[in-house]
């Protein structure tokens, strides 16, 4: 487990709640780290290239085979979705959207050792390794291809693509495109009988 506080990352002060977390796996075998960040505002998309960059070189250190780099709004969430646990407030009441991600949580849980030969679905960032962008034709049809906003060669053989960032937020659109161009090689595409239904 990695943890970096934001005076790691060009000495950032920090007053916004906003952690972005990541999770990398290398075949078979998971090495969940996750960095936090608070981000000031208008500061996001500086912090997320200090971020990405970290994660990116873990990522070609471990020769890892998948990783990702999730937003959240709370410690909590981001390490749910790192775990792919549903968990919630003692009392609390889930709304439709979070019984809809709680049971994607539980699809991607039932696979985690399938993970990193294929994808989870897509996030603001979604590291693929080597055999991942060989299933999607390779570098340069991912970099003429790949609807993101950053597309960067991994030094491992993989590749990282971010969505597109909109000030602090993110664009769901974006992670949308990404989404349906990595479903070929996603758990989702793997294993369609036990998906969970989208939009239910």
Same mark, same amino acid.
């Given at each position: 487990?990695?943890d970096f ?8 002060r920090?007053?916004?709640? /906003? ?7 290398? $075949?078979?075998?998971? %090495?969940?780290?996750?960095?936090? /960040?608070?981000?000031?505002?208008g500061?996001? +998309? $500086? ?7 970290? +994660? ?5 250190? /471990?020769?890892a085979?998948?990783?990702?780099? =999730?937003?959240?709004r ?14 919630? @407030? *003692? ?8 019984r ?12 985690? =050792?399938?993970?990193?030969? %294929?994808v989870?679905?897509a996030? /603001? ?10 299933r *999607?034709?390779?570098l340069?049809t *991912? ?13 491992s ?8 960032v ?14 349906r %161009? @990595?479903? =070929?090689?996603? *758990? ?13």
């Amino acid at each position: 487990m990695l943890d970096f506080e934001g005076d790691a990352l060009e000495g950032s002060r920090l007053e916004v709640d /906003l952690w972005l977390s990541t999770a990398v796996t290398s $075949r078979r075998a998971a %090495y969940p780290f996750e960095v936090k /960040l608070i981000l000031r505002p208008g500061d996001g +998309t $500086r912090a997320l290239g200090s971020f990405s960059t970290i +994660t990116i070189e873990c990522f070609a250190q /471990l020769r890892a085979s998948y990783g990702f780099i =999730h937003r959240a709004r709370t410690y909590a969430e981001a390490q749910m979705e790192l775990d792919a646990i549903p968990s919630s @407030l *003692l009392g609390s009441e889930p709304s439709d959207d979070e019984r809809e991600h709680w049971a994607w949580l539980g699809f991607w849980q039932r696979y985690r =050792h399938e993970v990193g030969d %294929y994808v989870r679905t897509a996030y /603001l960032g979604n590291l693929l390794g080597s055999a991942l962008v060989d299933r *999607l034709g390779g570098l340069s049809t *991912l970099q003429a291809e790949a609807p993101a906003a950053v597309i960067e060669a991994i030094p491992s053989g993989g590749v990282y693509l971010q969505a597109e960032v909109e000030g602090d937020w993110v664009s769901r659109d974006s992670i949308d495109s990404l989404a349906r %161009y @990595l479903r =070929h090689v996603s *758990l989702e595409a793997q294993h369609p009988e036990f998906a969970p239904t989208r939009g239910s």
